[in-house]
Each structure stands twice: as structure tokens, then as C-alpha cells.
């Protein structure tokens, strides 16, 4: 379906039938970017927020330079953090609304629900999206709730010892081969890699390569 009218009246629908749980693939840096009405962007975030209050379960798969855009959503006057459950993957396949497991809404350009709605309720289809979900969602990093207190601009240059290890960790070598490689002993290596998740600030080396990047370290 098409048209803004029948596309608002097919999210409510969904928000009113929402029972059990809600799965979404979301992208809420996409949006703003191509200057979609705010009217409708609201409307949006509402029916998914009155699913939500209904449903047991929520989860939210992310791309991961979404971040910052979902933090900001977190700290909009008046909405606080968004419900349920919500993790980061290097990007999502599309975007999706998947209610009870029963009916999903797909844009049909993949990437924007104002341009075209696909409601998809054949069975075989539905447990597929559901599997590309779940698949997303195990292989994702949780998105921390937002620091009461923003962060100050990185400083510090990233020790010269560390920069092998972090190659070899983007590179996604084995503990074993990133040690043969750098000609050190494993134990030396796992050492290392401490060293610079505690530089970093994380303990997740998916994250680590994020953090790195963000303090401009690549």
C-alpha cells in the first residue's frame, strides 16, 4: 500500500493488535536524513510506543552508526527512553515491523515506511523474517542506556605498542594467530588485548573497533 493516509492507518492497526511481542529492524538516523514530515515520524514512534505498552517483549536491532540518533531520540523532552530491549549490528537488511509473529510491515523501497508499506502475513515468510531477526539479534552488541552526564571529545593518542593488537582485532584473527603474527607469546598477546580494552573503555572487542574509530585512532 501506498499514500501516507493508508500507510498511518495500517501502522495504528498493527499498534492495536500487538499482544505478545514486537520485533523491529530500525534505522532512526535514516529518517531525518531524508527529510520525512515530522508529523509523521511522530506518528510512527507512537503506534510503536502503544505496541509497546501492551507487548511483553520488545527487541530493536540497530545499525550501529545509528548510536548517537538513538541516544538522541532517548534524551527528546517527553520520551524518554524507548521500551523493551535494543542491540547494535554493523547494519540492519531492511527495515521491519514484526508483530506476534503473525504480520510484518516491510517498506517497500526496504528502507523507509512513508514510501510504501508490504504487509506480509503468509506463515512461511513471517518465521523466515522472525529467524533473519533472531540471527541479527544473537549476533548483536546491547546499546547502553544513554550517560546521564555526555561524554567530552576523546583525548590522547593511542599507545604505538596497542596498534598491532588492534589491527589483528579488526583483522579478526585468532588469539593464536595474532600472537604468531606479532611474534609474541599468547600470553602476552591476551595481555595486550587487555591493555586496550581498558585504553578503550570497553570489554567487547565488536565495540572496541567503534570506540577506536570514534576517538579517531583509525
Not at 134 to 144: F, M, N, R, T, V
Request: aromatic share 6%; net charge positive; with cysteine.
Amino acid at each position: 500500500m501506498v499514500g501516507a493516509r493508508r500507510i498511518c492507518a495500517a501502522l495504528a492497526a498493527l499498534a492495536e493488535s500487538a499482544r505478545h511481542e514486537l520485533l523491529t529492524f530500525d534505522d532512526p538516523g535514516a529518517a531525518p536524513a531524508r527529510s520525512l514530515p515530522a508529523p509523521f515520524l511522530q506518528f510512527a514512534g507512537d503506534c510503536v510506543r502503544m505496541a509497546s505498552a501492551r507487548v511483553r517483549t520488545v527487541r530493536r536491532v540497530l545499525p550501529l552508526h545509528a548510536r548517537e540518533a538513538a541516544g538522541a531520540a532517548c534524551a527528546a523532552p517527553g520520551y524518554g527512553p524507548p521500551p523493551g530491549e535494543a542491540r547494535l549490528t554493523p547494519s540492519i537488511p531492511f527495515k521491519m515491523i514484526l508483530v506476534d509473529r503473525t504480520v510484518a510491515a516491510v517498506p517497500i523501497d526496504l528502507e523507509l515506511l512513508y514510501n510504501g508499506v508490504l504487509l506480509i502475513r503468509e506463515p512461511v515468510v513471517v518465521q523466515a523474517l522472525v529467524r533473519a531477526h533472531q540471527l541479527c539479534w544473537e549476533s548483536g552488541e546491547e546499546l547502553a542506556p544513554p550517560r546521564e552526564t555526555p561524554l567530552g571529545p576523546p583525548s590522547g593518542a593511542m599507545p604505538e605498542h596497542l596498534r598491532p593488537v588492534l589491527d589483528a582485532l579488526l583483522a579478526g584473527l585468532t588469539d593464536e594467530a595474532a600472537a604468531a603474527r606479532l611474534g609474541i607469546s599468547g600470553r602476552t598477546y591476551t595481555r595486550r588485548v587487555g591493555e586496550l580494552f581498558a585504553a578503550l573503555g570497553t570489554t567487547s572487542r565488536f565495540r572496541a573497533g567503534a570506540e577506536a574509530m570514534r576517538r579517531g585512532w583509525l
